[in-house]
C-alpha cells in the first residue's frame, strides 16, 4: 500500500474504515469506491494482521465480539466468482473484466484481520485529537507568564466619567489580563448586563500610548482623542461571571486604557462611545 493513496478526508477514511469493517450500503459505498484506490484500508488490515499474528499471547476475544469479527473476516476473504462476460452486441466480442485481487490467507487471520481494519480506523488515521484547552485554562496560563498586565474595570463613576454608573452595569466586577508581548488577553466579567446579539453588543477599544492623539479633538487633547484599536465585538450570555477573549485588529504597542461601549449588532468602525466600563493600565 502506497501512502500516497491515503485520503485525508475525515469524511472519506471514516467511510473507508466502516467499509472495511462492516461493509456500505449503496450511496456509501458509490462515494468511497469513486477514489482511486478504495481498498487503502483493506490493505492495511493485512499488513496489520500479518504483525498481529506474529504475536504471542493475545487474550481471547469475547465471544460475541469474536463471531462477529470473524463473519467479517470469512466475508472478506471469500473468494468472489468471477463476473460473467460482457458481450458487445455492436462487434459481438467477448470482454472479459479482471478478477478482484484477494488475500488468500485472510480466512485463516480469523478475527485478526477485521480487527485490524478497526485498529487501523481508529489508531493510525484517526489518532486522538488532543481537545483545546478552555478559556479558563487559557486564562489562567495566561496570568502565570511573567510580564502580564491586570487591571480592574471601573465603573463610569469610579473613573471620573459620569456621576453614576451605566444602565448595563450591574454592579461589575472583572478584570482585564493583557500580554504585550504577544497582544493576548481576555476580559472578566461579572455583573455586565447580558444582551440581545439582534438588537445591541459589547465592543472593546484599546487605546495605545504608542499611537498619535488628536484625531478625535471631540474628546479632548489627550489619549481619549486617538483613534483607538478595535479590540473585537462579543456578546454577554449572563449576568454572571464570563470570560472573553481580546482580538485585536491591529498590533498594539503600549496599551494604556481599555473601554467597552454598547454599538448596533456587528459593531462599529467609529464609535459614540457610549462607555459602560474603562480599565486603565499604570
Not at 30 to 52: E, R, T, Y
Not at 205 to 218: M, S
Request: some cysteine; hydrophobic content about 45%.
Amino acid at each position: 500500500m502506497s501512502v500516497r493513496n491515503l485520503p485525508t478526508d475525515d469524511q472519506i477514511l471514516d467511510l473507508l474504515a466502516l467499509r472495511a469493517a462492516e461493509g456500505l450500503d449503496r450511496d456509501d459505498e458509490v462515494h468511497a469506491v469513486s477514489l482511486d484506490d478504495p481498498g487503502v484500508f483493506d490493505a492495511a488490515a493485512a499488513v496489520l494482521a500479518i504483525g498481529m499474528t506474529a504475536r504471542d499471547g493475545i487474550e481471547p476475544m469475547p465471544p460475541m465480539l469474536r463471531q462477529r469479527l470473524e463473519a467479517l473476516a470469512e466475508d472478506f476473504a471469500t473468494p468472489v466468482p468471477a463476473p460473467a462476460p460482457i458481450v458487445s452486441t455492436a462487434s459481438s466480442r467477448t470482454l472479459h473484466r479482471p478478477e478482484p485481487a484477494r488475500v488468500p490467507w485472510m480466512a485463516s487471520a480469523g478475527w485478526l484481520a477485521a480487527a485490524a481494519c478497526l485498529i487501523l480506523a481508529v489508531v493510525v488515521w484517526n489518532p486522538p485529537r488532543t481537545p483545546e484547552p478552555g478559556i479558563d485554562a487559557r486564562l489562567a496560563a495566561l496570568e502565570m507568564k511573567p510580564g502580564v498586565v491586570k487591571t480592574d474595570w471601573l465603573s463610569l463613576d469610579a473613573a471620573g466619567l459620569s456621576e453614576s454608573p451605566h444602565a448595563y452595569d450591574k454592579n461589575l466586577k472583572g478584570q482585564i489580563v493583557w500580554d504585550p508581548q504577544t497582544n493576548e488577553g481576555y476580559m472578566v466579567f461579572e455583573g455586565l448586563a447580558s444582551n440581545d446579539p439582534s438588537a445591541l453588543q459589547y465592543q472593546l477599544w484599546i487605546f495605545d500610548a504608542d499611537r498619535p492623539t488628536g484625531q478625535l479633538p471631540q474628546y479632548g487633547e489627550g489619549i481619549l482623542s486617538q483613534r483607538p484599536v478595535d479590540g473585537g465585538v462579543f456578546d454577554i450570555p449572563t449576568d454572571g461571571r464570563v470570560v472573553v477573549p481580546i482580538t485585536p485588529k491591529l498590533s498594539v504597542g503600549k496599551a494604556a486604557v481599555f473601554a467597552v461601549t454598547v454599538e448596533p449588532p456587528g459593531g462599529v468602525v467609529v464609535s459614540d462611545r457610549d462607555i459602560v466600563a474603562v480599565a486603565m493600565v499604570n
